[in-house]
């Protein structure tokens, strides 16, 4: 089994910044991908960032969100500046592991994201 603890979402000014952490742990696999997904209310939710082999981002944050990843602590990092209103969402972390050979996919409970003034 592999959980997933994601840590520092919360309120903010538009403008401002946050930074969320998503921290894999477990035995016995090694990770693919990482990426932030989010759900605003009432919308499906969306792949924001990606990082494996390479990076993605969706076109609504290129520019002011950057992840990144530390693969001895098998945890990912999603930088999110000049926050806007509409980045409020809950933010998932996915995290795409490999054991005995087969591919397995993992979520976070998610952490909220507020940009209001």
């Given at each position: 089994?592999?959980?997933l603890?994601?840590?520092?979402g919360?309120l ?5 910044s946050?930074r969320?952490?998503?921290a894999?742990s477990?035995?016995?696999f090694?990770?693919?991908?990482m ?7 009432g919308?499906?939710r969306e792949?924001v960032a ?7 981002y ?13 693969n001895?602590?098998?945890?990912a990092?999603l ?10 969402a809950v933010?998932?972390?996915n ?19 507020s940009?209001?003034?």
């Open positions: 089994q592999v959980q603890v994601e840590s520092g919360g903010v000014q538009p403008g401002g946050l969320l952490s998503c894999a477990g035995s016995g090694s990770i693919n991908n990426g932030w997904y989010r759900q605003a209310p919308k499906e792949l990606l990082i494996g082999t390479s990076t993605f969706t076109d609504s944050v290129k520019g002011r969100f950057t992840i990144d990843r530390d001895a602590k098998n945890t990092y930088q999110m500046n000049s926050l806007k209103a509409e980045d409020t933010y998932y972390c995290v795409q592991i490999r054991r005995n050979g087969l591919f397995q996919t993992y979520w976070g409970e998610g952490t909220l994201v940009v209001s003034s």
